[in-house]
């Protein structure tokens, strides 16, 4: 039997099953963090096109773009091009709390959201930079590298915010005035990550290919144009259900990524949300901050050239 109950003027069905392997909480666990971190998650994901990762009993999770011809007719919905395959998709706003509670119900456990506002398609409001340490690093090895961002930022005037990712690294926001052309954001997001790994080559480096990085902590710029990232506040499919968490630079010392999950994040939020607090207003790009960009391959297709290139090698010798 399934037992139904309204929650939020959605109905919901299972809410004492478990959520995933690992994550030593159920459904209504999910729906109850939603409930009481609501709004802090809504004022992140609002009028942003929403992709959620969704996670079924006994199936592996997958993201979730499209949305499904079952969706109520009430959840906001926009339309964006996608140019890798070539087609329109019509993605969630997530804009209000009933929306939200019906992708709990639907197992929704993440939310990843671009880094562009539905009405300012492609202008990006924010550059991201994500630190990820290498396999046998810690997460004081991405705080590490998250300082090295910051202040390859402040050498230019420029200030960001930081949170954790969710799973064992930080995302550093830097909030941007409107208007900026996509290619020069990300542009601009390739010059910070290579001034920050000129700053101290041996905490982080730009290598796309894992091999290459030597152990060392990934500055990656590869959030850019339309790619999409955790919004703070969101849980994630990780053992314990961790939370994507909003810190001062000043806590970076001090925490875990496993101090925030499902069931701790409800007692450590206050009054002060830090995801606003801590923003930055927005900041006008540096022009040489750009140019430099500009010069700096695309690492993807540097990537992928480079391993066309060592597959070459092998076969010829």
């Known amino acids: 039997m399934t037992s139904k109950e309204l929650r939020g003027g959605v109905e919901m069905s299972n809410l004492d099953q478990p959520l995933f392997d690992g994550a030593q909480a159920t459904k209504r666990d999910l729906v109850d963090y939603l409930e009481f971190a609501g709004e802090r998650l809504l004022r992140v994901v609002r009028g942003r096109p ?22 109520p007719e009430w959840v906001p919905r926009t339309q ?23 992708f709990g119900n639907q ?37 590490a590298g998250a300082r090295l961002i910051r202040d390859a930022l402040a050498a230019d005037g420029l200030a960001g915010a930081v949170k954790t990712s969710g799973s064992k690294g930080l995302h550093v926001f830097v909030p941007v005035v409107p208007g900026i052309d996509v290619e020069d954001a990300a542009a601009a ?33 590869t959030r850019a144009g339309g790619a999409t990232v955790a919004a703070a506040y969101s849980p994630r499919i990780r053992p314990g259900v961790t939370v994507s968490f909003p810190l001062l630079w000043s806590d970076l010392d001090n925490v875990t990524p496993a101090d925030f999950t499902l069931r701790t994040v409800p007692e450590l939020i206050g009054a002060n949300d830090p995801w606003e607090s801590e923003m930055p207003a927005p900041q006008q790009l540096p022009q040489d901050l750009i140019d430099e960009g500009h010069t700096i391959p695309v690492a993807r297709v540097q990537a992928m050239h480079e ?11």
Not at 52 to 61: A, C, D, K, T, Y
Not at 114 to 142: K, R
Not at 202 to 220: C, M, N, P, W, Y
Request: glycine share 4%.
């Open 50 to 71: 929403l992709s959620v990762v969704r996670v079924r009993p006994g199936q592996e999770p997958f993201m979730q773009k499209n949305l499904p011809k079952y969706t």
């Open 80 to 102: 964006v091009w996608a140019e890798s395959s070539r087609r329109e998709i019509t993605y969630a706003l997530c804009d209000d709390p009933r929306t939200l509670l019906w």
């Open 107 to 143: 197992r929704a456990v993440e939310y990843h959201v671009t880094l562009f506002l539905a009405e300012w398609v492609p202008e990006p409001t924010h550059l991201v930079l994500d630190l990820d340490p290498s396999p046998g690093q810690t997460f004081g090895d991405a705080v």
């Open 189 to 221: 997001t390739r010059a910070v990550v290579a001034r920050a790994e000129r700053i101290d080559p041996s905490v982080g480096t730009t290598a796309f290919i894992r091999e290459d990085r030597e152990g060392k902590v990934f500055l990656d710029a």
């Open 307 to 317: 391993g066309k290139r060592r597959a070459r090698a092998r076969r010829e010798a």
